[in-house]
C-alpha cells in the first residue's frame, strides 16, 4: 500500500507519497521499489517518505531519485532499538535539504525523522 497526495506549492504540483516497504527479505524490497518507480517516473516534483526497512542505501538507486535526506553522509538513527536508518525520506531534482533531525515519540518504536525543505523550481508566469 502506498499514500499518495498532490500538493501545489506555489503553482508548482508536488506528489507526495507515504508507504511501509517488507522487513522479511531484500528481494520482496526491490519489487516495492520497482512499482514505486512507476509511479515517480510520471511525477516531475515528488516526496516519498516511508519506513524503508533498510539501511542498505544501494536499495535505493532503482528509483532514480534526486536525493536521500539519510545517507550515508548524514545518518539518522530511526530505529532505536537496532541502531539503524530505516526510515527515509527520498526527494526528485529540484528540492534542497535544510535543518534535518529526528523526533522520539512514545507512541513509536520509530524516532520521526524531518527535514526542512525548499523547492527551488519556479512556474513560469
Given at each position: 500500500?502506498i499514500?499518495?497526495?498532490?500538493?501545489?506549492?506555489d503553482?508548482?504540483i508536488?506528489?507526495?507519497?507515504?508507504?511501509?516497504?517488507?522487513?522479511e527479505?531484500?528481494?520482496l524490497?526491490t519489487?516495492?521499489f520497482?512499482a514505486?518507480?512507476k509511479?515517480l517516473?510520471?511525477?516531475?516534483?515528488?516526496?516519498?517518505?516511508a519506513d524503508?526497512n533498510t539501511?542498505?542505501?544501494?536499495e535505493?538507486?532503482?528509483?532514480?531519485y534526486?536525493?536521500?535526506?539519510n545517507?550515508?553522509?548524514?545518518?539518522?538513527?530511526?530505529?532505536?532499538?537496532r541502531?539503524?536508518?530505516?526510515?527515509?525520506?527520498?526527494?526528485s531534482?529540484?528540492?534542497?535539504?535544510?535543518?534535518?533531525?529526528?523526533?522520539?515519540?512514545?507512541?513509536?518504536?520509530?524516532?520521526?525523522?524531518?527535514?526542512?525543505?525548499?523547492?527551488?523550481y519556479?512556474?513560469?508566469?
Amino acid at each position: 500500500a502506498i499514500g499518495h497526495a498532490v500538493i501545489n506549492v506555489d503553482g508548482c504540483i508536488v506528489d507526495f507519497f507515504n508507504t511501509h516497504l517488507s522487513y522479511e527479505e531484500k528481494a520482496l524490497r526491490t519489487k516495492q521499489f520497482g512499482a514505486i518507480r512507476k509511479m515517480l517516473d510520471k511525477c516531475e516534483h515528488y516526496i516519498l517518505t516511508a519506513d524503508f526497512n533498510t539501511q542498505d542505501f544501494t536499495e535505493f538507486d532503482t528509483l532514480g531519485y534526486g536525493a536521500l535526506v539519510n545517507n550515508t553522509s548524514h545518518r539518522y538513527v530511526t530505529f532505536p532499538k537496532r541502531s539503524s536508518a530505516i526510515d527515509n525520506i527520498v526527494l526528485s531534482a529540484g528540492f534542497k535539504i535544510g535543518l534535518t533531525n529526528t523526533v522520539a515519540n512514545s507512541h513509536s518504536d520509530h524516532r520521526m525523522l524531518w527535514s526542512e525543505l525548499k523547492l527551488t523550481y519556479t512556474p513560469d508566469k
